[in-house]
């Protein structure tokens, strides 16, 4: 650490290096905070991904069932 410079005293100093501090983790809470959001959009979208194609299987399911219901009415004597 560099010795003091004639005219600032210690509170200064203590001063200048708490606001240096509170300024430089603000920013890097911020930075974390936009990883943090932008990840769980990503996760949000991902779930919301994975249950669009759920419910289309589920339907493709239905619509075969149905068919092969008709198929064998169809083919009944």
Not at 38 to 48: L, N
Not at 55 to 71: L, P, T, V, Y
Request: charged letters at 25%; aromatic letters at 2%.
């Amino acid at each position: 650490m560099t010795p003091p410079r004639p005219g600032i005293g210690r509170a200064e100093i203590a001063k200048d290096t708490i606001q240096v501090l509170t300024e430089t983790t603000a920013t890097h809470v911020g930075r974390i905070a936009t990883i943090l959001s932008g990840a769980i959009r990503e996760i949000a979208r991902e779930f919301g991904d994975l249950a669009s194609d759920v419910f289309e299987m589920r339907e493709a399911a239905s619509r075969a069932a149905q068919a092969a219901r008709d198929d064998d009415g169809l083919s009944a004597p």
